[in-house]
């Protein structure tokens, strides 16, 4: 079977040396010189936080030490909105452009212009396809708006104009997280850039034990998890790993900016930074999106093909379901994103295309037509 999270998705080498790892603060002190090197800044405008969102929390909060309305793409994860409220700023949400899943230039300027109160924007580069950042970037010049890249689903890719992300805007937050561009189940950086004088001081509380242990175990539970799925227990051995406290959501995750990443998830971090392309064209994108009609219907034929791509970014504008109503999203507002979250499904992109022709060949019988 294949599977749509990378995490889940860790092989029998990968797995144990990730549950094995074994790291110091030598560790963490390499990654946050390497990130620094690598993003062209200086060791002391880069933090490492336990997850991403309290990485963007900081980003904006340092920034915006009064607040203020920050400008967020329509489909997106609630940790962003938690991120921007934490950060004591309010999400304002722009409408996406259909083809980059993102607000361009378009889109931008109409928030602007019926939110004077705005301060800053982030620029997410969903699923990996980069934003129109030359635009993007141009808006903000104009209009001395703060620019923040959040790098989840894009580290290692480049913009259209070669420009890496992660190296235009003010500041730029990573996540670490289950499927994210670089995996280790959790954890974040935020980085500041030379062109604005912020210096951030590296956390020192150290992750809950409990957290450490559901971080070490995931891929192991991952893998069991794929075993049962042949079995058909897939879906209910997750639910008993979620109830018991075994295994966490994403989505759950709690915000800490005191709490800084583990040593050893700064081990394996690291290596996986260094493996980023170093040159254009950069990182392909982490997931293929495609727009179907009757997406549970093929969801449910996929999986009995043996595709489980039921975890989709994003199925709701403000994901997941069970926290879109605190999100406060306006879908009048962002009709655009509102119809491609019901109709959008993801592919995983780290797998050979032989071994996703059947799953093209169903998607295909249900996907929109593009004069549709």
Not at 125 to 145: F, R, S, T, V, W
Not at 284 to 302: A, G, S
Request: proline share 4%.
């Amino acid at each position: 079977m294949l599977f749509l999270g990378q995490a889940s998705n860790f092989r029998g080498f990968k797995t144990w040396k990730h549950f094995f790892a074994v790291g110091g603060k030598h560790n963490s002190d390499e990654l946050r010189a390497y990130i620094a090197a690598h993003y062209g800044t200086s060791t002391g405008r880069v933090a490492l936080f336990h997850n991403g969102r309290s990485a963007l929390t900081v980003a904006i909060r340092e920034l915006l030490p009064e607040g203020g309305e920050v400008v967020i793409t329509g489909l997106t994860c609630i940790a962003v909105v938690q991120a921007v409220r934490a950060a004591g700023c309010e999400p304002v949400y722009a409408d996406i452009d259909v083809e980059t899943l993102h607000y361009g230039k378009k889109e931008l300027l109409e928030v602007l212009k019926n939110h004077p109160d705005v301060k800053a924007v982030v620029v997410q580069n969903n699923l990996g396809n980069p934003a129109d950042i030359e635009n993007i970037e141009k808006i903000c010049k104009k209009h001395k708006l703060f620019l923040i890249e959040d790098l989840a689903h894009c580290a290692g890719v480049r913009y259209a104009d070669g420009r890496e992300a992660g190296t235009v805007g003010h500041a730029a937050a990573m996540s670490f997280g289950k499927g994210k561009s670089i995996d280790t189940i959790s954890g974040g950086a935020v980085i500041f850039s030379e062109r604005v004088d912020i210096t951030v001081k590296q956390p020192e509380k150290r992750p809950k034990l409990g957290e450490c242990a559901r971080d070490r175990w995931y891929p192991v539970f991952g893998h069991q998890i794929r075993v049962l799925y042949y079995l058909g227990l897939g879906k209910l051995f997750t639910a008993f790993l979620i109830k018991i406290g075994c295994i966490e959501r994403s989505a759950d995750s709690r915000l800490s900016t005191e709490t800084r990443l583990a040593h050893w998830q700064a081990k394996l971090a690291i290596e996986q930074i260094k493996n980023l392309p170093k040159k254009a064209p950069g990182r392909p994108p982490l997931r293929q999106h495609y727009f179907v009609l009757h997406r549970k219907e093929l969801l449910r034929k996929l999986e009995k093909m043996g595709y489980i791509f039921t975890d989709t970014w994003y199925d709701v504008p403000v994901s997941p379901s069970r926290y879109y109503a605190m999100s406060n999203f306006d879908e009048e507002e962002c009709p655009v994103t509102t119809a491609v979250a019901k109709h959008i499904i993801n592919v995983p992109t780290n797998y050979p295309d032989s071994e996703l022709t059947s799953a093209y060949k169903i998607i295909k019988e249900y996907q929109i037509d593009e004069e549709d």
